[in-house]
């Protein structure tokens, strides 16, 4: 029995368990083994800038601890408390101590104290409006073929169905697809590459010995999946579908267990091989801000024991032979490093009080092929308005270069929901934009899908204009359809479509009866659909649609059903089924 004299003077009593030595040492062993397995499972990084290490650190002491009053008996008799709180005073200072350093670390790479780092993440070129016709090669009926059609969702619901290609039913039921789609640059055409993996857990065990035997490719632009089957020899034995020993995160803590990584992409090389591109990542700011990509490990996939090998971040921009990898920064975190670049360049409490030249990309990005490199595209916004952009950003997923164009316009949710007013009868919604240049403007292509249950079937393609997404757009079924029907519109300063075969013609006034009016909001504008009755007209007869906003025509707001206007529509074509309003007056 042990004695403490406490602060006032009076003594308590310590009552050790029986064999007290043995019972710290069952606590140590119990504390490695769970040490052990807890590494095996968590696969923290040996490095101090991973704060999972920090916390697998701060686990492992605690769980000492825990062994501690187990093995004691103090969790069945409370009179052994004293003897485990006096053992616990160490392990109790070691995690204070792991939780200050934490917090210094978080703190000496807080953007309050290193937004001028933050900021310089990314370096971001100025280009002008005018740039963009010369960077960005325009595209024609012909070069739409390299051009995506389908979304990750469209492609989402086409991928299973090369899984026919493997063989008989027996052999297809033992895999699923797996649920990333990498969009790469395979031969001079967009498509996304989709490993597989083994349906269920019964089935990984009778199969994985042999490995995954093959890969989908989705032609983005024929709307094709095709199965790609590997040799017998070359299945696939890595990866984020395997496990124990073979899965891909744990193949590389056991081989690079200082390394910080990113999300691993699967790709495929020039002759089909395939990769698991696994970025290595460093905190710059601090001991846990500023993360960037300072390298990556290649995989082989279908190497019967992973081989590996590791580039630095100079090498995968510079060495030729390397340039077929695509994706090496992850979109995401390309996002948030311009979104550091537009927020803190010229401080951090700019950022929130005067806000000078702050900028953020809009929400969502897609992709963008040039010169058999893949580019992260996103809109750009100023904060102090999201109703429409002040430029876009390009940024290559490969090197990190990037380029602004200051181009005022929509928002891409706004093209979307003016793709979508086309359409508005049938339902179709449209696909995230692409940005592509149509006779030197910067221009958002769409498909418009029937999601109905779930279909996600391209059913007509949409053309908007960047700058003036109300007024310039076209929507059709085929693509070389909707390009000139695009062009057409440019001229003429008109929306088209389709069933016009036309874009523009005469200014005409509109007068009727209004029988039906609608809002949305649309891109975070208020839309307004109305339907008139009209009176007689040497144009038309019985009812017609059209299309404002509020910010085009104000009085809208305050017109009702049953009253009587007058309604200007330039550059009028026969048979457009919703008619964009120029001017609206009442009758």
Known sequence: METKTTAGGSKSFIIPPEKPGLKIALSVIATLIAAAVGYYLYLPALNPKSIQLWLYLAGVVVSFVVFLAIFSGATRKQEYM???????FVPVIIVVALVLTMLVGYLVGCPLFRARDYSQLLSVNNAEATDFAADIEQVDAASFSKIPRLDEDSAKQIAPKAMSDLGDSSTVSQYTVYPTYTQINYKGSPVRVVPLQYANIIKWLTNTSRGLPGYIIIDMANEEPSFVMLDEDSYMRYSPAEHFGKLLKRHLRFNYPTYLFGEATFEIDDNGKPYWICPRLDNTIGLFGGTDIIGA??????????????????ELRENPELQWIDRVYDSQLLVKQ????GKYGEGFWNSLLGQRDVRAATD????????????LYTGVSSVTSDQSIIGFVLINQRTKQSSFYRVSGATEKAAMGSAEGYVTDLGYQATFPLLINVDGQPTYYMSLKDTTNNNQIVKQYALINVRNYNKIGAHADSISKVLELYKTALANNAPASEESGQAAGEDVYFSGKISDIRTAVIGGEST????????????AKGEMSFRTTAAE???????NKGQWVKILVKGYSQGTDLLPINAISLK
Request: charged share 25%; net charge negative.
């Open 82 to 88: 004293p003897f485990v709180r006096r053992k616990a």
């Open 297 to 314: 490990v290649l995989v082989e996939a279908d190497s019967e024991d992973g081989d590996s090998v590791y580039y630095g971040i100079d």
């Open 338 to 341: 311009f979104n550091y670049a």
């Open 364 to 375: 969502g990005y897609n992709y963008l092929a040039l010169n058999d490199d893949v580019y």
């Open 528 to 539: 307004y659909y109305i339907t008139l009755t009209l009176d007689d007209n040497e144009i």
């Open 553 to 559: 025509n104000e009085s809208v707001v305050f017109l």
